[in-house]
């Protein structure tokens, strides 16, 4: 790095707001901090949205050069505070009710009457692990409940985001109409209320689910989460560098019980990272299971779940103990 060559804010504008600058040698310390405290992965053609994004951080912390932020995050941030004020300022918050309705469909009328018939006395866990402001774990809640299966105990849904802002209106649950945009009317009329010109989800809805913030790029967090019958994490890999993918899928992987199944957004895969779990097709829906469960999950899209088929079954963490 040459002397000077981060320290001076450039006098360009973007929304009214001051973008400094980033040379070369500081856009790589910057970069690679930031995949290691948050997974996400600034390539080059990012470069100038990653400038733009830490930019109001900068301001806002009365620092003046981007080096200086760079220090303040990697240097002194013992509490996490700064951490947590970067996840919010990169969370992308898109997302909505019904989304990839093909794999809540085959949670609700494969995954699910497996479980039960396989553990009838253990409640399903699912793992929303990147759930934005709720509608992911809600509309989970909504496909339960629309095939009779979110009986009271029977059902235990986490979801947690690295956003504390995202969790914050999370559990406000209160949604504007751009949210429904692909729900059916008549789940929206069924499980809704309105409040003013916003609505919200019923309590047999809420009860089940508890929300919490991880952060995936920390094991630790993951751990506490991924002992899960069924891990959503969909959306979210997609600005993450690979070796952080590879990282929290092993710990996926370690953690999850044998029949377990790992849902992932439309655009992301793990085939090309050589990762232990292995792609299934479920009721119509991709899921990834472990090696041992897929040829049940493919015997299971196309027969009815069999009481037979019982695996063993780890110790869930305490996170998921009553
Ligand atoms: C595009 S949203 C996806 C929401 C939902 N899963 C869906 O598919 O509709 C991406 C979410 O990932 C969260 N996120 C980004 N990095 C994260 C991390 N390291 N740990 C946990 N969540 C993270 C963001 O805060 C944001 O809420």
Redesign the pocket.
Known sequence: MTPGDNRRPSDSLMYGNVVFSLPDSLYLLLRDLIVER???LFDEPKRSLLADKLSGLVTSNGLTSLLDYYYLLRYDDPAGNHLAEL?DR??????FFW?QSEQLQAIANIVAPAHFARHPDRPLRIWSA???SG??PISVAIALAETGQLQPGAVEIVAT???RA?IERALRGEYAERSFRQLPEKLKERYFEPVGDRWRPLDRLRRVIRYDI????RPADVHRFAAADVILC???FI?FADDVIRDVVRVFHNSMPPDAYLFL?AAESLTRLGVDLQLAEVGGAFAYVKARARAQAERKSIAAPSASAAVDVPEPSHEWRA
């Open positions: 948050t997974g996400v996840m990169l969370a992308v918050p898109e997302t989304r990147a759930c934005c509608e992911e985001d690295g956003s995202m991880a952060n995936l790029a969909r959306n979210v600005y957004g």
